[in-house]
């Protein structure tokens, strides 16, 4: 089968005729959304955000167990699914394929079996409109440690340079941030970036406090690597919890070596930072 998002590239280059087309053709279906599903979630996913022909975040990773719900801001889109793995039974949006819903609609499904799930909205398919849900066991990071926090001892590179012996640590960039930069402040400007963190790095001694500081909502704090011994576990409730507007986290860095990390809904939209511990 091919996958939803080989056909991207393509469509780059034929994506104004092929709106033209799939919005004709969602116009004269004519079927318009139900009853919302009102049920609590641990994420959302906007379905259409300021009429865009997407699904934000489009790539999305969780653990099982996790509650996922869709928002529509647009009208005539569906989800339909193309591929989950064996013994899943998500079925998308209620009703056939052609059956579209409109703004103000919510739709929400719990994601109970690990594996890669991959959709699409019907009437804009042609468009791009596709989305991806990776779900990983319950208790899994990313990078396969018990929390996410790239203390494996097997993951040799990042923490024998984080460490600070005798390579005397990680090269620290010339044009970074320090602490007259803090707070670290989260989506600033409504940008998917961690300022300082994203585009700067940010460089504090050890023994600081750092505090990040909501400006938007649902992003977190997920910790992708950081020198052996070190014991970061970013935001509380792992990947799946998204944090919003003026929400405050503090962590204090004991450890000197480099620490990466990312939010998890933004994290292909290159939502990570990255802070240098100095002795």
């Not at 393509?10 to 116009?27: I, R």
């Not at 056939?96 to 994601?111: L, Q, V």
């Not at 503090?250 to 930072?273: C, I, L, N, W």
């Amino acid at each position: 089968m091919t996958s939803i998002f080989d056909r991207r590239a393509m469509l780059k280059a034929t994506g104004t005729v092929l709106v033209g087309a799939s919005l004709g053709g969602c116009l004269a279906d004519g079927n318009s959304g139900s009853e919302s599903d009102d049920s609590p979630a641990d994420v959302t996913v906007v379905v259409g955000p300021g009429g865009d022909l997407t699904f934000d975040p489009d790539d999305l990773e969780i653990t099982t167990g996790t509650t996922v719900a869709w928002k529509w801001e647009g009208n005539n889109h569906n989800i339909v699914v193309e591929d989950q793995p064996d013994g899943a039974d998500w079925n998308g949006t209620p009703g056939a394929d052609t059956k579209i819903y409109n703004e103000g609609y919510r739709y929400t499904y719990t994601f109970d079996v690990p594996g890669t799930y991959d959709y699409y909205c019907n009437p804009h398919r042609a468009a791009g409109m596709v989305g991806s849900i990776t779900v990983t066991k319950d208790g899994k990071g990313t990078n396969g440690t018990e929390d996410g926090t790239g203390t494996d001892p097997d993951r040799k590179g990042i923490e024998d340079d984080g460490k600070g012996s005798e390579t005397g640590g990680p090269t620290i960039p010339e044009d970074h941030a320090t602490t007259a930069d803090l707070p670290v402040r989260v989506g600033l400007d409504g940008d998917r970036t961690f300022t300082p963190g994203t585009e700067r790095p940010l460089v504090v001694p050890a023994g600081t406090e750092v505090t990040f500081v909501w400006e938007t909502d649902g992003n977190n704090i997920v910790v992708e690597d950081q020198p052996h011994d070190a014991s970061w576990t970013g935001t509380p409730g792992g990947m799946s919890r998204v944090y919003d507007a003026e929400y405050r986290y503090t962590h204090t860095f004991d450890v000197p070596g480099k620490y990466e990390f990312y939010s998890a809904p933004y994290e292909s939209a290159g939502m990570t930072g990255t802070i240098y511990v100095t002795k």
